[in-house]
């Protein structure tokens, strides 16, 4: 386990843990953290130990209160220019997050407002303590939320989507799981073990099917079903090793052991 920048690491039997771990700022997203953040999906993306990743926050008050604000008006009252998200001069981490290859589950332990709630959108399943609350206040702080305003309307109805970036109100954990937001809603105390769970689940299934799921829903679901059906991106599991030791597993009635090859 190491601790660099605000970010926790550990990497335990084929799953990376990702801890935001800045709990007395409520793990707000500074520019160094978001820099490590970027980094660790980077590295892990090319390492083949790695099938899974769980992202969270320290502590159980949040699990990003967003964008460091603090460090947002330091600049200003110094005159420093202020990055547009998407001019940023290193890669934008909600694009990095969002085009990982491999799956990524998210456990909100608190408040996910903001940059906090963009990163949650990012990952592929989220799960939800009972008391978190989501949302992008950005409205009543002048910003402008660029990615939350482009992926909030893809993941709940637009109406909703509306509501929650106009007037920049939190919504409970039981009416993000109520409009698709998030997956699940568990008790605070069982965040951990049921993140768990759903990662060794996710092991029992071959990777790189999951790998080119995820690589066909990503670039194919804003096409026309007819161009999306004649995508091929992501590896190939029909000429893998995996699908022979699937089929040969299933007929021998026994668990495949997958090698992601």
Not at 47 to 67: E, K, M
Not at 112 to 140: F, N, Y
Not at 158 to 167: C, E, K, P, R
Request: aromatic letters at 6%.
């Amino acid at each position: 386990m190491t601790t660099r920048n605000g970010l926790t690491r550990e990497v335990r039997d084929r799953v990376a843990y990702l801890t935001l771990d800045r709990p007395d700022s409520l793990n707000a997203l500074s520019r160094a953290l978001r820099t490590e953040i970027v980094d660790a999906f980077v590295e892990l993306a090319d390492d083949d130990d790695v099938w899974v990743v769980c992202l969270t926050g320290a502590g159980d008050r949040a699990f990003s209160a967003g964008v460091d604000l603090k460090e947002t008006h330091s600049d200003d009252t110094v005159g420093a220019k202020f990055r547009h998200p998407m001019r940023e001069q290193g890669r934008n981490i909600y694009e990095v997050v969002l085009e990982f290859p491999k799956p990524v589950i998210c456990a909100l332990n608190g408040w996910t407002v903001g940059g906090g709630c963009e990163l949650a959108m990012a990952c592929d399943l989220r799960i939800a303590a009972d008391h978190a609350q989501i949302g992008l206040p950005e409205a009543k702080r002048g910003l402008g939320a660029t990615f939350g305003s482009q992926m909030l309307p893809r993941l709940v109805p637009l109406g909703v989507a509306y509501q929650m970036l106009y007037f920049g109100d939190p919504i409970t954990a039981q009416q993000a799981l109520h409009w698709g937001l998030v997956n699940e809603v568990v008790p605070a105390a069982d965040l951990a073990a049921r993140t768990e769970e759903l990662a060794r689940q996710l092991l029992r299934s071959a990777p790189l099917t999951l790998r080119r799921y995820k690589a066909m829903v990503t670039h194919g679901r804003e096409l026309p079903l007819s161009a999306a059906l004649r995508l091929d991106v992501g590896p190939d599991p029909y000429t893998s090793e995996d699908r022979e030791e699937g089929v040969a597993a299933f007929l021998e009635k026994r668990d495949p052991e997958w090698s992601a090859k």
